[in-house]
């Protein structure tokens, strides 16, 4: 059983810090809701956002970009080719990229079987709920669509079990955010409860660990900052007005996280 | 002729509370201009939005999902498909399923095609403006595009009509909402013009009618709950600031509607 | 060498009172990411947009539409087909459009050859940053993504040259905008660097000047002043709450812009 280590600001600070210095330019193919929001997110938190879907140039644009999100909320058949055509280079010229697994499992057969394909191309990091990270390790998870209703602790097993047979990074997230490598747990407590009444925000936080991960000489660490800018800009978002005014403070809050000195 | 009843807030109050209570799975393949606006007007409600749209994917979630959204604003020969994929298997699950009819007419023979194909496949209702209606009635509605602008007052005989003649509900919505099955007719006053000033808020409220007939057994007076919550909330609304203003707030009041005390 | 005048708050003035007096239908094939954004600002200064896609629809739409608007962000090969289809129709039926060549160059052969297939049909206008306009022009421009790092006055020669090649209005835009026909050239200063900062502030411009060239006699005057409407929105715009509430401000002055007395 791995311990389980708070992830404290004291060490997402560089690596936010890092994201602004760095402008890293996020390759994004990620769906048709959350295009927008995703973009802002990423400049709001000083990375550069491309979304470049067409089969004929994202093989091309993986090479110069700094790091890939892949997120399959909204899939075709056009879209799973692209996403097919982008891991495939991004494992070829070691680009780091992040798999969203958005929805996997439950009624949805064609995006379990394109997540499957997606898996052995190695992602950098995946980022999902705990019912996708149960999903994706052979159990069950909630299947309600992209809000699965797991609790993240009671799937910590499934996490570390996946981060182990793919040899990948595992952010699970939820009341709880549990980051790991399958050696090193860490967990993020806070947030606010908000966060899953604006559509989007996991899918924008996996943006942002996509930025975080680019040119990261150490992506377990750059991954849990990603988690804890985000659980800690919702805290000091406004959520007396409601929730437009929430989805608004929480891109203002992001805008405004002093990597130095909060 | 049918009586024109005004409906009221002390009729909506038990929809919109239904609402918040059973959280309903929403599935909506919508246009590409409104889809996140329209997944936070469902969060902001209590529903669940998912935006599952793979030909491959569709039948088996409408099989899983509580009500299902059809709106044909940016329809292309791969969204005609999966919308007509859907909507077969809703008849055949009985999931209750809205249709919004965006710019149907004039130059845009495509979709007044496909429209005439779901029309076959039974929406539980059609929610448009009245050139909408007018077209489908049979008349020349003003075709410039989505916003029409014909007066609904205008055009009740046609809403009737289309209510009959396929056994669904109609809901018209404009300066006066008209919602009727075909023998009961009732009206919303209220909201204001700066609702036909944000995009997708026709549309948004197309997904909330779908939201309010999920699993209902009185799908009119829920569809015309739907309309009500809509106006209300846009009288509501901050519109002293400007339209970006006015469509966060827009948000806000969705969010914040307290179906007991208002 | 052409004398770069000013363009001043007078001249823009007429154009902005005339959009908001016909209220133009401009047909926007725009990309995913900034589709509900540039809805929201065409309506927040007075138009009307119609996002009108299927290669079975945009011929008979570009017929009715007062102008048109061809972004190629997020272009596939669907999209590109409607592309063309669109603006061929368009040169066919004399209906101003505007090209925004997202992008172009660098790694991206695909679009780049797309553009050139554009560029033959006659864009009335073209509206991009440096890099794009550099490109355009035979040369290199900095080859990362929808954010180019150029800067204008570095490139002027470029879109003189542009306008001057392809007969079209050639609208650079950046830290100072630059506007031309080849014979003359109007600049703007002002704005703010936030405009930057939130997506899809250029794709949305790029929208306004299509709106503002639709049934004008001066489109040279007219784009710049789409441009001259864009740079005082941002200035005007509040910064001191972050990213999010900027975007929302954006709009805000935009729809409140008094075209009489500002």
Known sequence: MLDNKPFQLVQATPFIHHVKQQNPLVHCITNDVVQNFTANVLLAIGASPAMIIAKQEVESFVAIADSLLINIGTINSSTAKSMLLATTQALQTQTPWVLDPVAVGGALDYRTEIVRQ????????IRGNASEILVLNG????SKG????????SAVHAAK???QKYQTIVAMTGDIDYITNGNILYSITGGDIA?????????????MVAAFIANSPDPLSA????????KKAGQRANKQQGLGTFAVSLLDQLSLFNSLHQ
């Not at 991954?223 to 985000?230: I, K, R």
């Open 118 to 125: 997606l898996l052995s191309l190695k992602p950098t990091v």
């Open 139 to 142: 159990e069950n998870g909630s």
């Open 146 to 153: 992209p809000d699965g209703q797991n609790s993240t602790t």
């Open 161 to 163: 079990a996946l981060a």
């Open 195 to 207: 966060l899953t009444k604006v559509t989007g925000t996991g899918c924008a936080l996996s943006a």
């Open 223 to 230: 991954t849990a900052s990603a988690c804890f800018m985000m």
